[in-house]
């Protein structure tokens, strides 16, 4: 199945650090989620993404939908443990169905 | 916030059985359902829409006989994996609510042994 392709594939960061990752497309989206799984869990939706040039905040999360609606990209400021994790994009067209990405594996060192 | 609950989280069964995985909003009615698969470090493909009442939608690749779904009501939905093979283990996930809005089970990792 078709699936969106996310960078990088995994990070290892200290504890404090900035982290961004993105999400491409070959094709055009009108709808942008970013996700969190947990081990074991299913994922968790973080900021939801609704419109080209869009900047979104959630706390210490960022993501932005491209102008070109073809890309989006997730910051996260200073990190903590807790944000260890599998995050995911996935994109969308008028309830049609969720594409994921192939994921960003991030692990945070105290 | 909306609460989906998938049961049970983890099953081992043996080669050749059937499995059946429950996918229950807690809080809202939903017409419509989805079921993924993810193998480990992977990530989540869709394999079929529940659609309430009427037959599900399966994605290109899936086996409708092998993956039956059921959708009887508005807050439950069934995934059976029959005459499962050890190709089949794998976390199957389910989500419920609009698309924008989609609210995913806990999972349930499933062994054949």
């Known amino acids: 199945g078709q699936q969106l392709n996310q960078s990088p594939q995994s990070m290892f960061i200290q504890e404090g650090e900035d982290v961004s990752m993105n999400c491409t497309s070959s094709?055009?989206?009108?709808?942008w989620l970013w996700y969190k799984q947990e081990p074991g869990e299913g994922p968790v939706l973080l900021i939801a993404?609704?419109?080209?040039?869009e900047l979104t905040s959630n706390g210490r999360l960022t993501a932005q939908f491209g102008i070109t609606r073809k890309d989006s990209f997730l910051n996260i400021s200073a990190s903590i443990p807790s944000d260890v994790g599998i995050y995911f994009c996935a994109g969308q067209n008028d309830g049609d169905k969720l594409i994921f990405g192939t994921g960003t594996r991030l692990q945070v060192f105290p | 916030g909306a609460v989906v609950s998938q049961h049970p989280s983890r099953v081992i069964c043996k080669s050749g059985t059937s499995v059946k995985i429950e996918c229950r909003s807690l809080?809202?009615?939903?017409?419509?359902m989805f079921w993924y698969r993810q193998f480990p470090k992977q990530s989540l493909m869709l394999m079929a829409t529940s659609n309430e009442g009427s037959k599900a939608t399966y994605e290109q690749g899936v086996e409708k006989d092998k993956f039956l779904i059921n959708h009887a009501s508005l807050t439950l939905s069934t995934l059976t994996v029959t005459s499962a093979h050890p190709e089949d283990s794998s976390f199957y996930i389910c989500?419920?609510?609009?698309?924008?809005?989609?609210?995913f089970g806990q999972g349930t990792r499933l062994t054949v042994v």
């Open positions: 094709s055009i989206f009108n709808t």
């Open positions: 809080d809202f009615q939903a017409t419509t």
């Open positions: 989500s419920a609510g609009r698309w924008i809005e989609a609210f």
């Open positions: 993404l609704y419109k080209a040039g």
